[in-house]
């Protein structure tokens, strides 16, 4: 079982920028890749940014050069980097990890409101 801890939301105006890290706990060995989804109001999750164990990454089309994923191995954590934020961009953001049993593990989401 792997437990996930996001912190770092908040709110900021538009143009602003916040940083999100995900702390990863319990079998951490066999965590794989690591990501970013959020949840606005009405909507369905969505993808924001993945990455691999070997620190390949993968970005929505929507945030692609404004956002930037990272993680800690040494510290099991991982980090989301958001820059030019926009009201669009407010949501519930989750932090998901898949370790290499092909299992999910969710964090509890941590609210980001950008306002205009």
């Known amino acids: 079982q792997v437990q996930l801890v996001e912190s770092g939301g908040g709110l900021v105006q538009a143009g602003g920028s916040l940083r999100l890290s995900c702390a990863a706990s319990?079998?951490?060995?066999?965590?794989?890749?690591m990501g970013w989804y959020r949840q606005a109001p009405g909507k369905q999750r969505e993808l924001v940014a993945v990455?691999?164990?070997?620190?390949?990454?993968r970005y929505a089309e929507s945030v692609k050069g404004r956002f930037t994923i990272s993680r800690d191995n040494t510290k099991n954590t991982v980090f989301l980097q958001m820059y030019s934020l926009k009201p669009e961009d407010t949501a519930v953001y989750y932090c998901?990890?898949?370790?290499?049993?092909?299992?999910?593990?969710w964090g509890q989401g941590t609210q980001v409101t950008v306002s205009s």
């Open positions: 998901k990890c898949s370790d290499t049993f092909y299992r999910d593990y």
């Open positions: 319990g079998s951490i060995f066999t965590i794989n890749t």
């Open positions: 990455i691999t164990g070997g620190g390949s990454t």
